[in-house]
Structure formats: C-alpha cells, structure tokens
C-alpha cells in the first residue's frame, strides 16, 4: 500500500509541475 502512495504523490508532482495540475486540483 505504502508503494502505490508514493507513486500516486510522484505522479501527482509531475502532473502540477506539467503545468495542467490546476484543473486536477480545482476539480
């Protein structure tokens, strides 16, 4: 469980840093 987390927070880092993680966080 501890892995999928931290892959989702690495994914989620990348995502905001894209540029596009405004809308995810808005949503």
Known sequence: ???LNQEDALG????LK???G???LKA
């Open 18 to 20: 894209s540029g596009s």
């Open 22 to 24: 405004r809308r995810f």
């Open 1 to 3: 469980e501890a892995y």
């Open 12 to 15: 989620r880092e990348r995502y």
